[in-house]
């Protein structure tokens, strides 16, 4: 088909030419003499993104799920209680993994559309005199249903309660779209992939971890290996990797980070905010459903989109991709069928959220769902101008 696929799916997101471009290198040398002077600034740039002093960044050539692992690997213990709640896919298998790790898992379920329960994590907490439970899970952003926490809110329970658990916070598809906060949050591990918000290929882990994790690593007994972190802090020391890194994928993470901070992240986490706004001023044109259940769970790097009843989502997804070249993403476990969703992360602008967008609609068109043709483009297209032309005035 001619023209430009359309990719909106949340991750992988969409990556910019010069992201491209910085890896269209020949393959290189990681035992090379200056690789360190390539990797040690990348690591320092990449706190900055973190909003981290204290925390360790580490690389895995890995996929988010790999993160996952080493925040539990690395510093919990076979039978070790860790506090979590279930919203949407990814909670779901992150409880999975640290099940079969043979962590016992305190499992808050949610109902999807929400996220992580303040109330319920505080009950637990206070519950657990004893200081058993050891890490606090925290899924920043549901990508399933198109939900963010609130994690600052779990910091402040903890330190109230003075409650000792390190506080974990899945940030794959938040981290460096959606405002975060290592230090301030007093996150331990937080772990992000490079297929989102980073704006590269799958294949990166990149994770970031407190002094206070990297301690209860000397204690933690569970079997690491891959995902040694003691392993990569020495060889990372100098400016080098326990194992081959992905040093393609590095050099577009180096022009990844150059254009975060370039634009700068407050002007980042509001492009997705305003952008996200015009794509949820949309769906309520279209008279649609979508799965957060109220603004303070809104996310601004996916809306989870329910169709009405009696129709199928997937024929909505399947009919955007064959005929306009346009990938939605699908409603993942209990949602599929019920819903799609459109990401709405990374390297975007008006007009992409515009053709994804006039994609849903040409292909909710093709399949019948009722509502009125250019309503939701329209709305988008109101809200889009309306607070751009407020930012010009502001700016000038
Ligand atoms: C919130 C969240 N956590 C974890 C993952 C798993 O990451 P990966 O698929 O990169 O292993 C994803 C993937 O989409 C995700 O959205």
Same mark, same amino acid.
């Given at each position: ?6 990719l ?8 910019p030419?010069r992201?491209?471009?910085?890896m269209d290198?020949?393959?290189?040398d990681?035992?090379?003499p ?6 040690q ?25 790999g ?12 039978g070790d209680?860790?506090l ?7 909670s779901l ?5 640290c099940?079969? #790790? ?7 379920d949610v ?5 992580v329960?303040?109330?319920?994590y505080l ?7 004893e200081?058993?439970i =050891?890490?606090?899970?925290?899924t ?8 963010t ?6 910091r402040?329970?903890?330190n ?7 506080l #974990?916070?899945d940030g ?7 405002? %975060?906060?290592m230090d ?6 937080a772990v ?14 990149v994770v970031c971890?407190s002094q206070?994790?990297l301690?209860?690593g000397e204690?933690a007994?569970?079997?690491r290996c891959?995902f040694?972190?003691r392993?990569m802090?020495?060889a ?5 990797f326990?194992?081959?890194?992905a040093?393609? !994928?590095?050099?577009g ?10 634009e700068? !992240?407050?002007?980042v986490?509001?492009?997705h905010? &305003?952008?996200?706004?015009g794509?949820r001023a949309?769906?309520e044109?279209w008279g649609l459903?979508?799965c ?9 790097t ?11 989502a997937n024929d909505?997804i ?9 990938s939605l993403?699908?409603g993942?476990? =209990?949602?599929?069928?019920?819903a %799609?969703?459109?990401?709405?992360l990374g390297?975007?602008n ?7 967008l006039?994609g849903?609609?040409l292909?909710?068109r ?8 250019g309503?939701?483009?329209g709305?988008?297209? &109101?809200?889009?101008s309306d607070?751009?032309?407020?930012m &010009?005035?502001?700016?000038?």
């Amino acid at each position: 088909m001619p023209g430009f696929k359309g990719l909106a799916v949340p991750g992988p997101s969409n990556m910019p030419f010069r992201i491209r471009q910085a890896m269209d290198v020949a393959l290189e040398d990681h035992r090379a003499p200056d690789f360190p002077q390539f990797t040690q600034p990348l690591f320092g740039d990449l706190k900055k993104v973190f909003q981290t002093k204290s925390g360790q960044v580490f690389l895995f050539p890995s996929s988010g799920t790999g993160g996952w692992e080493s925040a539990v690997a690395n510093t919990l213990s076979p039978g070790d209680k860790v506090l979590a709640s279930v919203f949407g896919q990814f909670s779901l298998l992150w409880v999975d993994l640290c099940q079969r #790790f043979g962590l016992e898992v305190d499992v808050i379920d949610v109902e999807w559309g929400k996220g992580v329960p303040l109330e319920g994590y505080l009950q637990h907490l206070v519950a657990d005199k004893e200081h058993k439970i =050891k890490a606090v899970l925290v899924t920043h952003n549901e990508t399933a249903t198109g939900v963010t926490s609130d994690v600052a809110g779990v910091r402040k329970i903890l330190n109230e309660l003075n409650h000792p658990a390190m506080l #974990f916070v899945d940030g794959v598809s938040s981290i460096a779209s959606i405002d %975060f906060r290592m230090d301030e949050w007093g996150v331990d591990v937080a772990v992000a992939g490079s297929q989102k918000g980073f704006m590269l290929p799958t294949g990166l882990a990149v994770v970031c971890v407190s002094q206070k994790a990297l301690m209860a690593g000397e204690r933690a007994k569970l079997p690491r290996c891959f995902f040694d972190y003691r392993d990569m802090i020495k060889a990372n020391a100098q400016g080098y990797f326990p194992y081959t890194p992905a040093a393609t !994928l590095l050099r577009g993470l180096r022009a990844a980070v150059d254009m975060l901070l370039e634009e700068g !992240l407050e002007n980042v986490f509001s492009r997705h905010n &305003r952008l996200a706004s015009g794509v949820r001023a949309a769906v309520e044109a279209w008279g649609l459903r979508i799965c957060a259940q109220g603004s303070e769970w809104y996310s601004d790097t996916v809306t989870t989109v329910f169709v009405p009843e009696g129709f199928d989502a997937n024929d909505v997804i399947k009919t955007a991709y064959f005929r306009y070249d346009l990938s939605l993403g699908t409603g993942l476990n =209990k949602l599929n069928g019920k819903a %799609f969703r459109i990401g709405h992360l990374g390297w975007l602008n008006e007009i992409m959220v515009m053709q994804a967008l006039c994609g849903v609609e040409l292909a909710m068109r093709d399949v019948g769902v009722p509502f009125e043709p250019g309503a939701g483009a329209g709305a988008a297209v &109101r809200y889009l101008s309306d607070t751009g032309q407020a930012m &010009r005035i502001a700016a000038e």
